[in-house]
Nanobody, 117 residues
Framework: QVQLVESGGGLVQAGGSLRLSCEAS????????MGWYRQAPGKQRELVAS???????TYADSVKGRFTISRDNGKNSVYLQMNSLEPEDTAVYYC???????????WGQGTQVTVSS
């Protein structure tokens, strides 16, 4: 049974930082593409950042230069370091694991990030 458990969300002022963590179980973590997605109220879920099994990263244009995704295969975990947070970053952030890009994959329960102005 696949489980993805996110943590690290919270309330922060604009310009602040947060670090999200996602710990996976029930998968061969090192083989998976890991991603962070977010969904703001009234909006569709969107990709924030992803990292392949080989360490190649992809970022949404809106977060480039501010967010950094990383993974620790020894800890079955993926992280999202978020700096210079903006109110527009307010959303529920979800962790995703998939073996191939075209797969839907598995989702965590989400963690709320709220950035106040």
């Amino acid at each position: 049974q696949v489980q993805l458990v996110e943590s690290g969300g919270g309330l922060v002022q604009a310009g602040g930082s947060l670090r999200l963590s996602c710990e996976a179980s029930g998968i061969i973590f090192r083989l998976n593409i890991m991603g962070w997605y977010r969904q703001a109220p009234g909006k569709q879920r969107e990709l924030v950042a992803s990292i392949t099994s080989g360490g190649t990263t992809t970022y949404a244009d809106s977060v480039k230069g501010r967010f950094t995704i990383s993974r620790d295969n020894g800890k079955n975990s993926v992280y999202l370091q978020m700096n210079s947070l903006e109110p527009e970053d307010t959303a529920v952030y979800y962790c995703n694991a998939r073996l191939r890009v075209e797969h839907i994959g598995s989702w965590g329960q989400g963690t709320q990030v709220t950035v106040s102005s």
